[in-house]
């Protein structure tokens, strides 16, 4: 009984021991996950700052498609993935890049449809339009916003250059001109070659846009509405049909115009001391897709056939222009006007550009082709890198390459390819030439000017033709 008593407090001691230790261990496990929780916290606040995207589900879409959003409310655009730019060289890792891409891009065209739908498309505004009468407001802010919606779609080429659409037409019914039709399509196709070498697209229009803007004004409402159509377009380049582009590598300098927003071939001083109606040529022209020129539009056509004015403005404007006769208002004329009437609202943006051929007077430089392409040759004798062999699909490079020895060579206007050839007074779809010119001047001019330019394409392709006005072709000798 005694030995009984003498072991219970030896059995408190050791329970009481025993609940100690655990207590401890219980006390140490919820401290190391406290720890280990505030570690993990930190660090996924870590990982949100440096990487500084949210994850947001589009509406409607599911899990896999999610739109990255910016931190910063105000700018919206879609990021580019940062894992885009990694060299993934083996062909699991390709793929792998290819999916990241595809999801990139369901990802941008699901964001776009919610902004087509959503209230802030303002080509759901009732009183927006396409058409020369109808101001549109806030242009210039209406296209940034855009371009921000539409992050996949560029305002620049893959060369880093403002993008140009090309805009150019003719009538809709068939030509009087037996050869007129076949004239035609060789128009086009010369402007088509240009376009797809350079990268550029182009709308060829033969329908008229607004009933009342007929012959030469009908490009102002053509090229009005594809200012809206075409948001992404930096520059509208309008090219008459009956022009032809007879250097088929030129580009235009367009960082020489970035202060302005119309660009035309002429003369300064035939259209401010002289006041001549050919001071300058409107039938090819640049002009900015902005909000002054939405305004210059609207001014410009309102001396033409939509104008209750049109026909006093064919009085007023040869008031002004002293060798203009007393014809219906006309477009050139009108532009002129303006340029000398309200010189500091318009003069000011338009450049009058003439050190290189812009658009050159057929008759001026027809007879220069020859001469250009033996400057052209010496310079390719000189140096043989320009007589290789390349691909299309490498042509920029080439032309670059050219340009520089052009510069190194001192070329000058008269020693280039004119730019374009314009066959003002033609007409080769009616064949109501201006008398001023024999039939077979304008078929023959023509002949040379499109074999001139096609040739420069043929060579790409290895061939050359025997003569300017030879339909046969030879394999041309390259250098290697």
Request: charged share 30%; aromatic share 16%; hydrophobic share 35%.
């Given at each position: 009984m005694d030995s009984s008593k003498s072991r219970r407090p030896a059995n408190k001691v050791i329970m009481s021991l025993l609940r100690t230790k655990t207590k401890k261990f219980c006390d140490g496990m919820i401290f190391f996950g406290g720890g280990m929780a505030a570690l993990f916290l930190c660090w996924s606040l870590w990982r949100i700052c440096s990487v500084g995207i949210i994850s947001m589900p589009l509406i409607g879409s599911n899990t896999s498609s999610q739109l990255r959003v910016l931190k910063n409310p105000s700018s919206i655009v879609v990021q580019q993935n940062p894992r885009?730019?990694?060299?993934?060289?083996?062909?699991?890792?390709?793929?792998?890049?290819?999916?990241?891409?595809?999801?990139?891009?369901?990802?941008?065209?699901?964001?776009?449809?919610?902004?087509?739908?959503?209230?802030?498309?303002?080509?759901?505004?009732?009183?927006?339009?396409?058409?020369?009468?109808?101001?549109?407001?806030?242009?210039?802010r209406k296209r940034e916003l855009w371009l921000k919606m539409h992050p996949h779609v560029k305002n620049y080429t893959k060369g880093g250059n403002p993008r140009i659409l090309v805009l150019t037409g003719s009538q809709f019914q068939p030509c009087k001109n037996p050869k007129?039709?076949?004239?035609?399509?060789?128009?086009?196709?010369n402007k088509q070659d240009y376009c797809r070498l350079h990268g550029l697209d182009l709308f060829y229009n033969n329908i008229l846009i607004h009933p009342q803007m007929i012959t030469f004004w009908a490009k102002i409402p053509l090229v009005r509405a594809a200012m809206v159509a075409h948001p992404e377009a930096e520059w509208i380049w309008w090219i008459d049909s009956d022009a032809i582009i007879t250097d088929m590598e030129f580009e235009h300098p367009l960082e020489?115009?970035?202060?302005?927003?119309?660009?035309?071939?002429?003369?300064?001083?035939?259209?401010?001391?002289?006041?001549?109606?050919?001071?300058?040529?409107?039938?090819?022209?640049?002009?900015?897709?902005?909000?002054?020129?939405?305004?210059?539009?609207?001014?410009?056509?309102?001396?033409?056939?939509?104008?209750p004015?049109?026909?006093?403005?064919?009085?007023?404007?040869?008031?002004?222009?002293?060798?203009?006769?007393?014809?219906?208002?006309?477009?050139?004329?009108?532009?002129?006007?303006?340029?000398?009437?309200?010189?500091?609202?318009?003069?000011?943006?338009?450049?009058?550009?003439?050190?290189?051929?812009?658009?050159?007077?057929w008759l001026d430089v027809v007879r220069t082709y020859e001469n250009a392409s033996k400057w052209y040759k010496e310079m390719e004798n000189e140096n043989p890198v320009l007589k290789r062999r390349y691909a299309e699909k490498s042509g920029p490079m080439y032309r670059k390459m050219k340009e520089y020895y052009l510069h190194k060579r001192g070329a000058g206007i008269s020693q280039r390819k004119p730019f374009v050839t314009h066959f003002t007074g033609c007409q080769p779809c009616s064949g109501n030439r201006n008398k001023i010119y024999k039939a077979e001047d304008c078929l023959q001019g023509m002949e040379r000017a499109l074999n001139f330019a096609d040739d420069q394409v043929l060579r790409i392709y290895g061939f050359q033709r025997h003569g300017l006005l030879s339909s046969r072709v030879s394999p041309i000798a390259f250098s290697n």
């Open positions: 885009e730019n990694v060299g993934l060289k083996s062909e699991s890792g390709l793929e792998k890049k290819q999916e990241l891409q595809s999801r990139d891009e369901d990802g941008d065209q699901l964001f776009e449809k919610e902004w087509e739908r959503s209230a802030d498309n303002f080509y759901a505004d009732s009183d927006f339009s396409y058409s020369v009468g109808k101001t549109i407001k806030n242009w210039d007129g039709d076949h004239l035609l399509l060789r128009f086009f196709k020489k115009y970035k202060d302005y927003n119309m660009v035309v071939h002429g003369w300064e001083k035939d259209v401010y001391v002289k006041r001549s109606w050919l001071g300058v040529n409107a039938g090819v022209f640049l002009i900015r897709n902005c909000e002054w020129s939405m305004d210059f539009m609207e001014r410009w056509s309102a001396m033409g056939p939509l104008s004015l049109y026909v006093p403005f064919a009085k007023i404007l040869s008031d002004v222009l002293p060798d203009r006769a007393v014809t219906d208002s006309d477009d050139q004329s009108a532009l002129v006007y303006l340029m000398i009437k309200e010189k500091k609202r318009w003069a000011d943006k338009i450049y009058i550009e003439n050190s290189y051929f812009f658009q050159g007077y």
